[in-house]
């Protein structure tokens, strides 16, 4: 290279060099400007706009809890009410730290002392305690995890933390850690903006006044009032009147998404069974209201009540606890007697009603408990256990016959006799086993003497057989037998629902047999097959009673306010009777039926059932008994559930012309049937309740 061209080469170096650092410069300088104008845009132009930010608060909703509404008997006397408590409260504001929590939670057990049972729960859950751990000795314990451990997030992170705390750890925290730790639990179990209970047990004045006079180091913190629910009347009527969520369960799972559509909070009490929930909605009252304003940091300040809320309206049952305890005695005393005669015998349960508007009266069922050798309430067995009644569906069955037309008030005469049918042993009516009692009898007598042989004759014409032939066939359609006495019996309120303003009633039951042999829809026609529950057999005579109405049965009478006095208040709403259907036969026919139900007690008929009534009733009553041979299903170990037993039961109404009360009895487990025992009880009831009235 020629040295003219080297030194133009150098020139051309030397002159790129300086351009690039002016470049650089340049660029630097162009972005301090840049920065510089951004910050007094920031600080001129905007900078009140982004201090108003910081200082922002924004406006928000905190619901708190009112006392449910009362239950009082049908004379206003308080069956289920409120205690009022003094309470530790505690609102969680929007992005308050689990560390945050546990500072305040450290500083308010200076003050209060959480319950015995508040620590047992506690102990008894060792996450707790983990999550209590975790959250004082976080630094430690994040020394222990591994590096890929680290780089874990969230739930997963939280979990492999937990598992390095060593058991002996958590399991020697101090008294007042613990103490402190239930506190926590209490405080983290809340959501955002929520209200909760830190204890509402037993609060001492003391703490309410120590945590009054240190709010300002409390965030979230107050005092308030509690309820709790209690029972005057002890256990009557207990599992009827239902019961309610503590605030640790809330809300009930197969409920929450519906009841949080409707406002509830998570942790809310709510009904959880018959009463308390079929009303809820009644019960709950109205939410009190505060306008709470929360800091950019997601604390809350200042609160003003907007609405204090409204307490739950009331309900006032039909039932009398003065009646109602009457019939419990008699029940109970009646299931003393019998289980001492018969072992196995040990349930009685008793449903009065008003015939006319479907208010239950009564609702008794007693129990003998084998464990603690104490006769026990089973008062939901009236509604959810389901017993083979024999015959005293007898008066359903006459209708039923007159329904389907294979009875009528011409043409209702048949020969009671007993039924042997080839290959079959003999059917037949108590009082003529032997066939020595045969005659020809009409439907009023076929009830008072309580003929089998009559209402096998009316399902056999149901199932197209008009005919008998002692050794013969029987040759009828089993499956139409069984279908047309299930529709006809349903038109009663026997297998189905009753329509009874309480959750979980039973429809009975169907032996799983009825297909293969026809001699069982005979059985059937005299209450020998299905089962039904005492309620269904009460609103069935009910129905007789009032002349062919099915009406609901319900318990609740009518809801009312709460007057200043905090007494029960003006009527809000009255439970009308709810009409079901009417049953489709005249009443000429309901007439027979009852005629023949007043005969088994007054009549003449050497083979009247129901004699023993008469004695010493104070008023007139027409009936029917009925017994029934059944398979034991009580809790005697030393009876094998399937043991032959027998239930007797009764059904009537009083009085026999004017019905002013309609009763169902039934006695399952008896060893035979040489007792009355349903005839005894049904007296002592209607003598109880027309003695009472006087």
């Given at each position: 290279?020629?040295?003219?061209?080297?030194?133009?080469?150098?020139?051309?170096?030397?002159?790129?060099?300086?351009?690039?650092?002016?470049?650089?410069?340049?660029?630097?300088?162009?972005?301090?400007?840049?920065?510089?104008?951004?910050?007094?845009?920031?600080?001129?132009?905007?900078?009140?706009?982004?201090?108003?930010?910081?200082?922002?608060?924004?406006?928000?909703?905190?619901?708190?809890?009112?006392?449910?509404?009362?239950?009082?008997?049908?004379?206003?006397?308080?069956?289920?009410?409120?205690?009022?408590?003094?309470?530790?409260?505690?609102?969680?504001?929007?992005?308050?730290?689990?560390?945050?929590?546990?500072?305040?939670?450290?500083?308010?057990?200076?003050?209060?002392?959480?319950?015995?049972?508040?620590?047992?729960?506690?102990?008894?859950?060792?996450?707790?305690?983990?999550?209590?751990?975790?959250?004082?000795?976080?630094?430690?314990?994040?020394?222990?995890?591994?590096?890929?451990?680290?780089?874990?997030?969230?739930?997963?992170?939280?979990?492999?933390?937990?598992?390095?705390?060593?058991?002996?750890?958590?399991?020697?925290?101090?008294?007042?850690?613990?103490?402190?730790?239930?506190?926590?639990?209490?405080?983290?179990?809340?959501?955002?903006?929520?209200?909760?209970?830190?204890?509402?047990?037993?609060?001492?004045?003391?703490?309410?006044?120590?945590?009054?006079?240190?709010?300002?180091?409390?965030?979230?913190?107050?005092?308030?009032?509690d309820w709790q629910r209690i029972y005057p009347q002890e256990d009557m009527l207990k599992s009827i009147l239902g019961s309610v969520t503590t605030e640790k369960v809330g809300l009930p799972e197969d409920q929450a998404s519906a009841l949080m559509a409707k406002g509830y909070a998570r942790n809310d009490r709510v009904g959880n069974s018959y009463i308390e929930k079929q009303y809820e909605t009644v019960l709950s009252g109205s939410k009190s209201q505060s306008e709470t304003e929360v800091d950019a940091n997601g604390q809350a300040s200042d609160s003003i009540t907007t609405y204090s809320g409204a307490k739950g309206d009331n309900l006032v049952l039909t039932i009398n606890i003065d009646f109602q305890n009457e019939v419990e005695e008699i029940v109970k005393n009646a299931v003393s007697s019998t289980h001492a005669s018969y072992y196995m015998a040990d349930r009685i349960y008793v449903?009065?009603?008003?015939?006319?508007?479907?208010?239950?009266?009564?609702?008794?069922?007693?129990?003998?408990?084998?464990?603690?050798?104490?006769?026990?309430?089973?008062?939901?067995?009236?509604?959810?256990?389901?017993?083979?009644?024999?015959?005293?569906?007898?008066?359903?069955?006459?209708?039923?016959?007159?329904?389907?037309?294979?009875?009528?008030?011409?043409?209702?005469?048949?020969?009671?006799?007993?039924?042997?049918?080839?290959?079959?042993?003999?059917?037949?009516?108590?009082?003529?086993?032997?066939?020595?009692?045969?005659?020809?009898?009409?439907?009023?007598?076929?009830?008072?003497?309580?003929?089998?042989?009559?209402?096998?004759?009316?399902?056999?014409?149901?199932?197209?057989?008009?005919?008998?032939?002692?050794?013969?066939?029987?040759?009828?359609?089993?499956?139409?037998?069984?279908?047309?006495?299930?529709?006809?019996?349903?038109?009663?309120?026997?297998?189905?629902?009753?329509?009874?303003?309480?959750?979980?009633?039973?429809?009975?039951?169907?032996?799983?047999?009825?297909?293969?042999?026809?001699?069982?829809?005979?059985?059937?026609?005299?209450?020998?097959?299905?089962?039904?529950?005492?309620?269904?057999?009460?609103?069935?005579?009910?129905?007789?009673?009032?002349?062919?109405?099915?009406?609901?049965?319900?318990?609740?009478?009518?809801?009312?306010?709460?007057?200043?006095?905090?007494?029960?208040?003006?009527?809000?709403?009255?439970?009308?009777?709810?009409?079901?259907?009417?049953?489709?036969?005249?009443?000429?026919?309901?007439?027979?039926?009852?005629?023949?139900?007043?005969?088994?007690?007054?009549?003449?008929?050497?083979?009247?059932?129901?004699?023993?009534?008469?004695?010493?009733?104070?008023?007139?009553?027409?009936?029917?008994?009925?017994?029934?041979?059944?398979?034991?299903?009580?809790?005697?170990?030393?009876?094998?559930?399937?043991?032959?037993?027998?239930?007797?039961?009764?059904?009537?109404?009083?009085?026999?012309?004017?019905?002013?009360?309609?009763?169902?009895?039934?006695?399952?487990?008896?060893?035979?049937?040489?007792?009355?025992?349903?005839?005894?009880?049904?007296?002592?009831?209607?003598?109880?309740?027309?003695?009472?009235?006087?």
């Amino acid at each position: 290279m020629s040295e003219g061209k080297a030194n133009n080469a150098i020139k051309k170096k030397k002159s790129h060099i300086p351009f690039r650092l002016n470049l650089l410069f340049f660029l630097v300088f162009f972005l301090f400007a840049t920065l510089i104008l951004r910050l007094g845009v920031l600080q001129l132009v905007k900078g009140e706009q982004f201090e108003a930010e910081v200082q922002r608060t924004e406006k928000t909703y905190i619901t708190g809890n009112v006392p449910r509404g009362m239950i009082y008997d049908s004379q206003g006397r308080e069956l289920v009410g409120n205690k009022a408590m003094q309470a530790i409260t505690y609102t969680r504001s929007t992005q308050v730290s689990a560390v945050e929590m546990m500072k305040t939670a450290k500083v308010l057990s200076q003050y209060i002392q959480m319950t015995p049972e508040s620590i047992a729960d506690l102990e008894n859950n060792p996450r707790d305690l983990q999550d209590y751990w975790a959250i004082i000795h976080e630094k430690e314990l994040n020394k222990r995890l591994k590096k890929k451990e680290k780089k874990l997030e969230g739930a997963k992170l939280y979990d492999v933390q937990l598992s390095k705390i060593k058991p002996e750890e958590w399991q020697g925290l101090t008294s007042a850690e613990k103490q402190v730790a239930a506190i926590f639990k209490r405080m983290n179990g809340t959501y955002a903006l929520t209200t909760t209970f830190i204890k509402s047990k037993d609060v001492l004045d003391t703490e309410i006044a120590a945590v009054s006079e240190n709010l300002t180091e409390l965030p979230g913190v107050d005092t308030s009032t509690d309820w709790q629910r209690i029972y005057p009347q002890e256990d009557m009527l207990k599992s009827i009147l239902g019961s309610v969520t503590t605030e640790k369960v809330g809300l009930p799972e197969d409920q929450a998404s519906a009841l949080m559509a409707k406002g509830y909070a998570r942790n809310d009490r709510v009904g959880n069974s018959y009463i308390e929930k079929q009303y809820e909605t009644v019960l709950s009252g109205s939410k009190s209201q505060s306008e709470t304003e929360v800091d950019a940091n997601g604390q809350a300040s200042d609160s003003i009540t907007t609405y204090s809320g409204a307490k739950g309206d009331n309900l006032v049952l039909t039932i009398n606890i003065d009646f109602q305890n009457e019939v419990e005695e008699i029940v109970k005393n009646a299931v003393s007697s019998t289980h001492a005669s018969y072992y196995m015998a040990d349930r009685i349960y008793v449903v009065v009603s008003n015939p006319h508007n479907g208010e239950i009266l009564a609702l008794v069922g007693k129990r003998y408990n084998y464990e603690t050798d104490e006769i026990e309430d089973d008062a939901l067995g009236t509604m959810n256990s389901q017993y083979t009644m024999g015959s005293s569906v007898k008066g359903a069955t006459v209708l039923a016959g007159y329904m389907d037309g294979v009875i009528t008030l011409n043409n209702s005469a048949i020969l009671e006799q007993p039924l042997k049918f080839r290959g079959t042993e003999s059917k037949s009516s108590y009082f003529n086993r032997a066939g020595g009692e045969n005659q020809v009898m009409n439907d009023i007598t076929a009830l008072e003497v309580s003929s089998n042989s009559y209402m096998m004759q009316i399902a056999m014409r149901m199932g197209g057989q008009y005919t008998y032939t002692p050794n013969g066939n029987l040759e009828i359609d089993k499956n139409e037998v069984f279908s047309k006495l299930r529709n006809y019996y349903r038109q009663f309120g026997l297998g189905v629902e009753t329509g009874i303003d309480l959750p979980g009633e039973s429809t009975g039951g169907r032996p799983p047999i009825e297909s293969s042999i026809a001699g069982l829809a005979l059985d059937f026609s005299f209450g020998q097959f299905d089962t039904y529950t005492p309620l269904q057999l009460n609103q069935y005579i009910s129905t007789v009673a009032n002349g062919g109405q099915r009406i609901a049965p319900h318990v609740v009478k009518e809801v009312r306010g709460t007057d200043e006095n905090g007494q029960l208040g003006a009527i809000k709403y009255v439970v009308e009777p709810n009409l079901l259907n009417n049953i489709n036969v005249g009443q000429e026919e309901i007439n027979n039926v009852k005629k023949g139900m007043y005969n088994v007690i007054y009549g003449n008929h050497k083979y009247g059932t129901g004699r023993k009534l008469k004695e010493d009733l104070v008023t007139t009553m027409a009936a029917k008994t009925g017994t029934a041979e059944a398979f034991y299903g009580g809790g005697a170990a030393s009876y094998p559930q399937g043991t032959l037993v027998t239930n007797l039961t009764l059904v009537g109404y009083a009085p026999a012309d004017n019905p002013e009360i309609a009763l169902s009895v039934v006695v399952p487990y008896l060893g035979n049937d040489k007792t009355s025992v349903n005839q005894a009880v049904a007296k002592e009831v209607v003598n109880a309740y027309f003695n009472m009235k006087k």
